[in-house]
Nanobody, 120 residues
Framework: QVQLVESGGGLVQAGGSLRLSCAAS????????MGWYRQAPGKQRDLVAT???????NYADSVKGRFTISRDNAKKTVYLQMNNLNPEDTAVYYC??????????????WGQGTQVTVSS
């Protein structure tokens, strides 16, 4: 089994910053990609940013230039630095990990979600 533990959400004023973290643990053989998605009330879950093990990060247009995704492979942790936040960024943010477990089965695991609220 694979577990993801997210942290770093909270309430911030517009223009402020937050940093989300997501640590993966369990029966992980390899990680292909780690990423962040978000879901606002009444809306679908959308991609925020993903970071493959080999390759460049991918960002939603709405966050380009404001958000930065990074990872610490040794800690199996992905981060999302969010700057210049605005009320439209308010959502539950979910971490996602894709890879292989110890038995070479596909991993596609979601975190429990962390609330980010931006006040105007």
């Amino acid at each position: 089994q694979v577990q993801l533990v997210e942290s770093g959400g909270g309430l911030v004023q517009a223009g402020g910053s937050l940093r989300l973290s997501c640590a993966a643990s369990g029966s992980i053989r390899s990680i292909n990609a780690m990423g962040w998605y978000r879901q606002a009330p009444g809306k679908q879950r959308d991609l925020v940013a993903t970071l493959p093990s080999a390759g460049s990060p991918n960002y939603a247009d709405s966050v380009k230039g404001r958000f930065t995704i990074s990872r610490d492979n040794a800690k199996k942790t992905v981060y999302l630095q969010m700057n210049n936040l605005n009320p439209e960024d308010t959502a539950v943010y979910y971490c996602n990990v894709k890879g292989k477990d110890l038995w070479y089965r596909d991993i596609d695991t979601w975190g429990q979600g962390t609330q980010v609220t931006v006040s105007s």
